[in-house]
């Protein structure tokens, strides 16, 4: 998932909060999730406020009732490095949101899809990754073992409150 719409300034880039749309936004997706039956048991959450805002949002809308994983590398990371973060996932993570940064996050779904999911929300990712929006993958393997083309999409949705 990409954050939600943030503030355009801030003292520094990893200090920028939420605007009030971005929060509806972000509930608004965790509503869908929860709607789609998508039950999170682990968080994955760069360590800039506008994407622990976008979780605590989403956790919110949701009626989720996990901590995160707070991740300062997930800030920076391009896709590779986001892909190694996952591909270090616990064992016992079944269903997890990733809470992530433009470009990284919209590279990283378009890589990780397989190319047999769902056609509908692959033409719709393909035509962007706006802030709130959120793809959704099945992916049956180990996390060591995720590979770039190895996860089938199964939903997106752009949160909109």
Same mark, same amino acid.
């Given at each position: 998932?990409?954050?939600?719409?943030?503030?355009?300034?801030?003292?520094?880039?990893?200090?920028?909060?939420?605007?009030?749309?971005?929060?509806?936004?972000?509930?608004?997706?965790?509503?869908?999730?929860?709607?789609?039956?998508?039950?999170?048991?682990?968080?994955?959450?760069?360590?800039?406020?506008?994407? &622990?805002?976008?979780?605590?949002?989403?956790?919110?809308?949701?009626?989720?009732? &996990?901590?995160?994983?707070?991740?300062?590398?997930?800030?920076?990371?391009?896709?590779?490095?986001? =892909?190694?973060? &996952?591909?270090? =996932?616990?064992?016992?993570?079944?269903?997890?949101?990733?809470?992530?940064?433009?470009?990284?996050?919209?590279?990283?779904?378009? =890589?990780?899809?397989?190319?047999?999911?769902?056609?509908?929300?692959?033409?719709?990712?393909?035509?962007?990754?706006?802030?709130?929006?959120?793809?959704?993958?099945?992916?049956?393997?180990?996390?060591?073992?995720?590979? &770039?083309?190895?996860?089938?999409?199964?939903?997106?949705?752009?949160?909109?409150?």
């Amino acid at each position: 998932m990409r954050h939600a719409k943030a503030q355009q300034y801030a003292p520094t880039d990893q200090e920028r909060e939420l605007e009030d749309r971005g929060k509806r936004d972000a509930a608004a997706a965790g509503e869908w999730l929860a709607l789609h039956e998508f039950d999170c048991d682990y968080a994955l959450v760069s360590s800039a406020a506008r994407a &622990i805002g976008t979780w605590e949002a989403v956790r919110k809308g949701a009626d989720w009732d &996990i901590d995160p994983d707070v991740d300062a590398s997930l800030y920076a990371a391009g896709p590779e490095t986001a =892909l190694d973060v &996952i591909r270090s =996932l616990p064992d016992e993570a079944l269903s997890v949101l990733l809470v992530g940064h433009n470009p990284t996050v919209a590279y990283l779904a378009q =890589l990780l899809d397989d190319g047999d999911g769902d056609e509908d929300s692959v033409a719709e990712m393909s035509q962007g990754f706006p802030t709130s929006a959120l793809t959704v993958f099945d992916y049956a393997g180990d996390w060591a073992d995720l590979e &770039i083309g190895s996860a089938r999409v199964t939903g997106f949705h752009v949160g909109r409150g």
